[in-house]
């Protein structure tokens, strides 16, 4: 009998796979659900070796995520990034309070849960049917298929037709590992690729699929100020997409703040989608043009940052030296 793709497959993940991994040891779809958040735009070393676990020994179940603030919950995601996934993780325990849904139609109907992500823990947790699309599993169908353009209502169509519906959990997690180990973006290594001959783009992998247009990241030129009053700063909570929620200080348009004050220095933050040039300084004689609250640095302390203004507050508030 000829051996079919997924068996190859399959194969393939029993020796190779990362069976291992806590999130597939387990099958509590909140532990599930939050590696599947986590992991989204993160690498699997970063989420295992510093956010994962205090994560959870921080919010051991669902329901104590639905009754924490989100301003708790946002703490605790400090550093990994992509703070929407947090606000969406702890707005979802909310709505379904602290209970996830069972079927991949329900999960689909709380917050910051796509189609990918739904099957992802309906598959993983419940054994339900359904294959996933994550950047991994569309490399990986790109390929096979030799589809050069970007077309994610095409890829699902091939993403069932490649699917196992005997093996769910371990045909998803297969395809997952296959995309992070050898079906990689720049070198990948189709010697060791399970699916061998019957991938179309073996020949030509990078062709597929065809490279995204990328445009310059822009850059926001600022001035970073530190308000002290009686020994508090004024911070304010972060409104715009990528940040929001995030407590930060006042920040201005390069050259905007119109008051002499003294200089701390320069800080320069990469994030996903802007660069931030700003210079700092500390103010202690005028007081912020908006709405801002005021907190001790014990109180900083407990709250979520950026890690720009991390940067800052390193200069006023030092790490002890070893």
């Not at 992998?205 to 995204?212: E, T, V, W």
């Not at 911070?235 to 905007?256: D, N, P, T, V």
């Amino acid at each position: 009998m000829k051996t079919t793709p997924q068996q190859l497959l399959l194969a393939w993940y029993h020796t190779h796979g990362r069976h291992d991994l806590p999130w597939r040891t387990t099958n509590d779809p909140y532990r599930i659900y939050l590696s599947e958040i986590m992991l989204q735009q993160t690498q699997v070393k970063t989420v295992l070796e510093r956010f994962y676990f205090p994560f959870l020994e921080k919010f051991s179940t669902f329901n104590e995520v639905a009754c924490a603030e989100v301003d708790d919950v946002l703490k605790m995601w400090e550093g990994l990034g992509y703070y929407t996934r947090a606000r969406n993780l702890h707005a979802a325990a909310r709505a379904c309070q602290g209970i996830l849904p069972a079927t991949a139609q329900e999960l689909m109907t709380l917050p910051g849960i796509g189609r990918s992500t739904a099957h992802a823990i309906a598959a993983f947790a419940y054994r339900e049917a359904l294959p996933i699309l994550d950047a991994n599993v569309k490399r990986i169908l790109h390929r096979y298929y030799a589809l050069g353009e970007r077309d994610e209502k095409q890829l699902w169509g091939y993403a069932y037709d490649l699917f196992d519906k005997q093996h769910p959990f371990e045909y998803n997690q297969a395809m997952m590992d296959l995309g992070s180990l050898v079906c990689v973006g720049k070198q990948p290594k189709c010697d060791e690729c399970p699916f061998g001959k019957h991938c179309k783009g073996r020949a030509e992998p990078l062709r597929y699929p065809m490279a995204k247009v990328t445009k310059p990241k822009p850059i926001r030129v600022r001035d970073i100020i530190l308000f002290e009053r009686e020994g508090k700063f004024a911070l304010a909570q972060r409104k715009e997409r990528f940040l929001s929620g995030l407590w930060g200080f006042a920040q201005y348009e390069k050259g905007s703040w119109g008051y002499h004050s003294h200089y701390l220095g320069h800080i320069t933050q990469h994030y996903s989608h802007f660069t931030l040039e700003a210079d700092c300084y500390h103010e202690t004689h005028n007081d912020p043009q908006e709405e801002f609250e005021w907190f001790s640095l014990e109180e900083i302390g407990r709250l979520s940052l950026s890690r720009a203004d991390h940067k800052v507050l390193q200069w006023i508030h030092p790490k002890e030296k070893d």
